[in-house]
């Protein structure tokens, strides 16, 4: 299978360069999937998991926060705000930062607060999710 660059940069870090053969992104429409040569283009991240597979043929995950893919000359940049390997989530701040959003959600908020606590909230489900299901071999 033919090979393209990928680069995931987070806020605190570079969590990916190198090649790669497919990366599976989370849109927010659904999944976005990205592979050699694919035609120029900028999609939304969600909050979700990331997934890609090295030239070697394994499969590595990430979960990831909102930002954006960029494909451009067999290159494939994805900008996000957090990236994390889901053995790098700690599963019991994951669970009091949901019990906050959840919270937050229910007192009586400005449309920016509440959009801060929605954002806050998806990110707590996805970190959950990838921790919980990190360990699926695709």
Partial sequence: MAEFYLRVVAS???????TCEIVIV???DGEWAFMAHHDNMIVAVSPGQLRFKRPDGTWETAIVGSGFAQAANNRVTVIVDTAERPEEIDEVRAREALARAKEELRQKQSIQEYRISQATLARAMSRLKGRRDGTINI
């Fill in 12 to 18: 605190d870090r570079v969590f990916y360069k190198g």
């Fill in 26 to 28: 989370p849109g927010l």
